[in-house]
């Protein structure tokens, strides 16, 4: 497969969210010293009034995001997944989603492909910390157009929500112009052996494994979660009592990530074979994207093997 163009995912925010406060002038940008990175740079240079650089302090971002909430502003409060999140959690847990604020916190350079900035910076714990905040929604986008409708839909939601990206550049495969709904899960391939759920950067390498497992007679079904909170339990549910055996992929911790809503929701409503790509329970290094994609098994030949594990699990159950 041959994506049409390739581009990092934190400029589509960047985009949209200049799109997004030319059409709205209660939206308001706030970043914690890292304007740049974020590409918060041309919101900045339209709307000065609007933008807030708060430093080096990201708890103080978050308060003053709610108070702009509180005032009927839409604050969109941005850093590196590792600090937005794991940094100003209680103030987030308290002040964000308690008081179920309007606030977009805004996560860029998510999982192990902040490559090497290494593990300081790597945080994949980010969506289980997240997912288990009442009133939270999660989202964690595929490619740079997915990442910009996503921004567009975030500005028009009511309440707060945790959008993940990353930093380096990968395939943009997904439509230009796209309808983003919040809650529901595009149906990127259909299949009836193996059901492959996948989430942010892993969605690409997802649909490499459906056409590699295809060379082995093996027709696999991918969707891409992008909302992880709420999850589309009934377009999961559909996929997974058609071909009874699914493999999840995603740059996060396997605890309290994608495959774990995934285990948990098959395991009240259709218990069937489940293999999770993810990062088990270690921290990241140091290193290229590429490499730690791949050493750490984030990469279409580990979601092949998993889905041929899946559907000889799936079979030695129909046997018994």
């Known amino acids: 497969m041959t994506p049409l163009n390739f581009k990092d995912t934190r400029s589509g925010f960047g985009e949209a969210l200049l799109q997004s406060g030319k059409e709205n002038p209660d939206i308001f940008a706030l970043c914690a010293d890292l304007t740049g990175s974020l590409k918060m740079d041309a919101f900045k240079k339209e709307f000065p009034e609007r933008f807030i650089q708060t430093g080096i302090a990201e708890a103080n971002m978050i308060g003053i995001s709610a108070g ?37 916190i805004i996560a860029s350079h ?8 290494g593990a300081t910076h790597q945080i994949m714990e980010d969506i ?18 997915q990442t910009k409708a996503a921004t567009f839909a975030i500005a028009k939601h009511k309440g707060p929500v945790y959008l993940r990206f990353g930093r380096p550049v990968v395939p943009n495969f997904t439509p230009e112009n796209q309808r983003f709904e919040i809650g529901k899960a595009n149906i990127l391939r259909e299949g009836s052996d193996v059901t492959i759920i996948a989430t942010g950067h892993l969605v690409w390498e997802s649909l490499v494994a459906a056409e590699q497992l295809n060379e082995k007679g093996i027709d696999a079904e991918v969707i891409n979660i992008h909302t992880i909170k709420p999850l589309d339990e009934e377009a999961v549910l559909h996929s997974v009592r058609k071909t009874k055996c699914v493999v999840t992929a995603e740059e996060h911790f396997r605890n309290g990530g994608l495959g774990d809503s995934i285990a948990q929701l098959l395991a009240r409503e259709f218990p069937a074979p489940i293999e999770m790509i993810a990062v088990n329970d270690r921290f990241g290094e140091s290193g290229t994207p590429e490499q730690l994609m791949h050493k750490y098994g984030l990469d ?4 092949v093997l998993a889905a041929q594990k899946a559907k000889n699990r799936k079979n030695e159950m129909i046997k018994f």
């Open 68 to 104: 702009l909430a509180l005032s009927g502003k839409i604050p969109f409060c941005g850093s590196f997944a590792a600090f937005v999140s794991g940094r100003v959690y209680d103030q987030i847990r308290m002040v964000v989603a308690y008081s179920n604020l309007n606030v977009k």
């Open 110 to 117: 998510a999982g192990i492909t902040v490559g090497e900035d």
């Open 128 to 145: 289980g910390l997240m997912k288990m905040l009442p009133n939270m929604t999660v989202i964690n986008t595929c490619d740079f157009n």
């Open 300 to 303: 279409a030949p580990n979601i």
